[in-house]
């Protein structure tokens, strides 16, 4: 199925993407749409015939957990209601703990990295043909980039790749960016990627831009695509002709020239040779994939030992627990503070009523309350939890601002702020509830 060449739909940039020359296809943030009242862009770009693809971020199919089926229902009714030609995931976890760890279920409110285990990869494959099972049309995934590696690996990324796609069938996403993010933070070579993943089973593309902070690369979607990634792009293409490649930009949004400007760079970058093959030429092979361990038969520990392991993780990223052996505790210092500044970012825009009543003092406040408060039930919970700890404390200062926030938290959550005592029963509750 040919797509072309495609951009991420955003509700900042919606009319630019209508009026944007030679825009084929879009992409859409899957929970960002209502099956049932879909946003007159949308609705306008359907109706004259764009493909529209919805790409899903909060199943964590790569999770211990099996895929939530009410997740996977909206997903297959907004597949539906866009009439689809299929649907893409990523290969990550966003949330860890809960019934098969005994512990109390944290939110990472971002794609973590799987490990590349048998282990991971069992309990991906279930999880993938649970969701195949369940959605109207195919289902592709999208590798991931990641600030920090697991300890003890033991396929590489393409080989990974290589294994998902041939006991599932799945589709391929491939997000060159990712892999060049990959390649700067963990030292992982693109090219090999690409010679050991099946190119054939690529559904389409990613591209996006990044910056450097931290000593690290961080996969931004808020900056222009850089020559490294199109390079990533040009020896993709220079084995295979992808049958889609899209441009993602999430922030920071340049001027509609620029996105147009950019999408030409990127068409040229995805023609600019003809490809070797789409498989392997008669006679040459692969790269050897690692051999597969005895008995392939449903392993039952298999997911309480990747359940464990991705908690101990998480708790170390967003509760300040000690760091899980054999990882890195700087690379995790700066992922968790990567998570908490998006996690800050994200608040401020499902509530930007909380950054004007607080002003300069809203980020540095916010950031102290996440440092001991992890998230367990999405964004708008979050604000709702900040906002009530800040009253709670007689926060903030200026009597104003405090009646502004009272008067914003009472209209969303409760008829009156909670007095200090019974947060202290809470807080004694979920103490209890932890042991």
């Known amino acids: 199925m040919k797509l072309g060449i495609g951009i ?42 764009t493909r529209i693809v919805p790409h899903g971020v909060s199943l964590g199919l790569g999770g211990a957990d099996r895929p939530s089926e009410e997740k996977l229902g909206e997903l297959a009714k907004t597949a539906t209601a866009l009439g689809s030609p299929l649907v893409t995931e990523h290969i990550a976890f966003v949330r ?5 760890t005994a512990s109390p279920q944290l939110e990472a409110g971002h794609l973590l990295p799987v ?45 990974f790749l290589a294994e998902l796609v041939e006991r599932t069938g799945v589709g391929l996403l491939i997000d060159v960016a990712n892999l060049h993010t990959n390649h700067v933070n963990r030292g992982e070579d693109p090219a090999t990627a690409l010679d050991e993943l099946p190119v054939e089973a690529i559904a389409y593309v990613h591209v996006a831009g990044g910056m450097e902070r931290e000593g690290v690369w961080h996969d931004t979607h808020a ?8 390079d990533v792009l040009r020896d993709l293409r220079s084995r295979v002709s992808p049958p889609g490649v899209l441009l993602e930009r999430d ?20 023609k600019l040779s003809a490809p070797a093959a789409a498989a392997p030429a008669e006679g040459a092979a692969r790269p050897q994939q690692p051999a597969r361990p005895q008995g392939e038969a449903p392993d039952p520990g298999a997911r309480e030992r990747v359940a464990i392991a991705q908690a101990a993780l998480l708790s170390a990223l967003v509760a300040g627990t000690p760091a899980p052996e054999g990882f890195d505790s700087q690379r995790l210092g700066v992922q968790s503070r990567a998570l908490a500044a998006k996690r800050a970012d994200v608040v401020g825009k499902v509530a930007p009523e909380l950054p004007e009543i607080l002003g ?3 980020r540095p406040a916010f950031l102290g309350y996440a440092k001991s408060r992890p998230m367990r039930a ?9 906002a009530e700890q800040l009253l709670v404390a007689g926060r903030p200062a200026d009597d104003d601002a405090r009646r502004r926030l009272t008067q914003w938290w009472e209209e969303r959550a409760a008829p009156h702020p909670p007095r200090r005592g019974g947060r202290f029963v809470r807080a004694a509750r979920a103490a209890l509830v932890r042991r």
Request: proline content about 9%; hydrophobic content about 45%.
């Open 360 to 362: 300069d003092g809203y």
């Open 223 to 230: 900056h222009p695509v850089t020559e490294p990634v199109l």
């Open 378 to 386: 999405g964004y708008r919970r979050d604000a709702l939890d900040f």
């Open 8 to 49: 991420g739909w955003r509700p900042e940039i919606a009319d630019a993407v209508e009026a944007l020359p030679g825009v084929d296809w879009v992409e859409v943030v899957a929970e960002n749409v209502c099956p049932g009242h879909l946003p007159a862009s949308l609705a306008r770009l359907r109706a004259r015939g």
């Open 251 to 270: 922030d920071d949004f340049p001027p509609a020239e620029e996105l147009a400007a950019e999408l030409e760079t990127i068409r040229a970058a995805a």
């Open 96 to 100: 860890a703990g809960g019934l098969l």
């Open 115 to 159: 490990p590349r285990t048998w282990d991971a990869l069992k309990v991906l494959c279930e999880n993938v043909r649970i969701a195949q099972d369940l959605l109207p049309v195919p289902l592709a995934l999208e590798n991931i980039a990641a600030l920090i590696a697991w300890p003890d690996e033991e396929l590489t990324e393409g080989q």
